[in-house]
């Protein structure tokens, strides 16, 4: 029981940590925005005063100080709770898979983006090891900064084209009834080789 908890927090803090790319940051309400970290909340919680923050900003909060940041009113922990309607609101913000560097082409509600990555072919946990060999590094299949070290969203950018995937890749994503056949022709080379 305490393992299924602990691996549920890991999965809840990878999904805080993840970075997000709205289509349009531009058109995001600044009433999306936690005052405390100046992003768009990620699992919004709200004070009894009414006044909402990212669950991990307000929690780090409550450690050092024991009072609403934006009026100082008391505030304990267990007097928060999950802020279902601004959760929806932003729930409904569209967004790209943070793949899109890797050729990932999603565009979707970021309330679907979960689901997406989880059966996404450029999310580097759901392919298999012959994905990785003969490149130089499996960074190209990871999201993150572009090579100026910017975000793929900084000011004023606009969402790239997705990436073009290598051949091996290609195949692999529209491979449909042929993956089974294109696994299986890497797994027989490999064991050749070895």
């Known amino acids: 029981m305490a393992c299924k908890k602990r691996k549920r927090e890991a999965i809840d803090e990878q999904d805080d940590e993840e970075e997000r790319y709205f289509l349009n940051p531009e058109s995001v309400s600044r009433h999306l925005f936690c005052s405390i970290c100046q992003e768009v909340f990620i699992k919004p919680q709200r ?14 909060w409550l450690k050092h100080k024991k009072t609403c940041p934006e009026d100082r009113v008391p505030l304990q922990p267990l007097q928060l709770h999950n802020d279902f309607i ?8 569209m ?8 050729g990932c082409d999603f565009i ?8 997406h990555k989880k059966s996404c072919d450029f999310n580097p946990v759901n392919l298999p ?6 490149t130089t590094s499996n960074q ?21 084209t997705p990436a073009k995937p290598s051949l091996k890749m290609r195949l692999f994503h529209n491979g449909g009834g ?5 696994l299986s022709m890497f797994n027989n080379k490999e064991n050749k080789n070895t």
Request: hydrophobic residues 35%.
């Open 47 to 60: 004070a009894p005063c009414g006044h909402s923050y990212c669950k991990k900003c307000i929690t780090s």
């Open 86 to 93: 601004l959760a929806n609101i932003i729930g409904d913000q």
């Open 95 to 102: 967004v790209a898979c943070p793949f899109r560097k890797a």
């Open 108 to 115: 979707g509600q970021l309330q679907k983006l979960a689901s």
């Open 129 to 134: 090891e012959f994905m990785f060999k003969g």
């Open 140 to 160: 190209v299949l990871t999201p993150g900064p572009n090579k100026d070290g910017n975000s793929i969203l900084g000011d004023g950018e606009s969402l790239p």
């Open 178 to 182: 042929q993956r089974d056949l294109l």
